[in-house]
């Protein structure tokens, strides 16, 4: 996923995910036998209850470049959302943010930290709600052509991650933000339902793999 010269810019919510893949990236960063260059951005949207601000210190303690965007994606919400979910707003109005910040610092590769238990989630949803086969990609590229983006995580658990970010003592914020817990969503329904399976189906998520794998390539519809 990671090419020779690469710069690679994370998105960093201050989750168990994205905190475990900074580190994972900082890992390899220093000890993969090619050059790349590694920074983050956060962009905080603006939620009572949800405060990513520590992560200017956390990183800055790093050495990472870093970059934080604040913006009223709440406040657009109310005045540009329709018949759309606001998590799935947001979702896209933050990606919007990374990709303009990515091209403003110069970084060809956008890294995000979604795992195997998301693509699952997404390709039940898409099933079930939208009448089709898709989940997110493993690696591709945009539509303007000019920015990969990598999910490194896609063959690891949320427990694993999770784990992860207990053993090593990371500073993860909530798993969700305020609004979700406000506002149960589609993909909360589906993260209980395939919880549920799981308990008597152990390799419930190997096979949604299998069935999914076709659909994670570069050649497939984001």
Known sequence: MIRP??????????GKDSLSLLHVLLH?????????ELAAATVDPCIDGFDPSFLKDYVAALG??????RQDIVGRARTTMRGDSFCSYCSRMRRGILYATAREQGYNVLALAHHLDDLAESFLMSAF?????????????????????????????ERQTADFARRAGLPAIMDNCPAC?????????MKTLLADQEKNHK???????????????????D
């Open 129 to 157: 709600y939208g009448g089709r086969l898709h989940t997110m990609k493993a690696h591709y590229l945009n539509d303007a052509g000019d920015m990969r983006i990598i999910r490194p995580f896609v063959y690891a658990r």
């Open 64 to 69: 990472v470049p870093y970059f934080y965007r």
């Open 203 to 221: 390799n419930i998520f190997s096979s949604l793999l299998t069935a999914m794998r076709p659909l994670m390539s570069e050649n497939t519809p």
């Open 5 to 14: 010269g690469d710069r690679v810019l994370l998105g960093l919510s201050g």
């Open 28 to 36: 390899l960063h220093d000890k993969a036998p090619i050059r790349f």
């Open 181 to 189: 817990f406000r506002m149960p969503t589609q993909r909360m329904n």
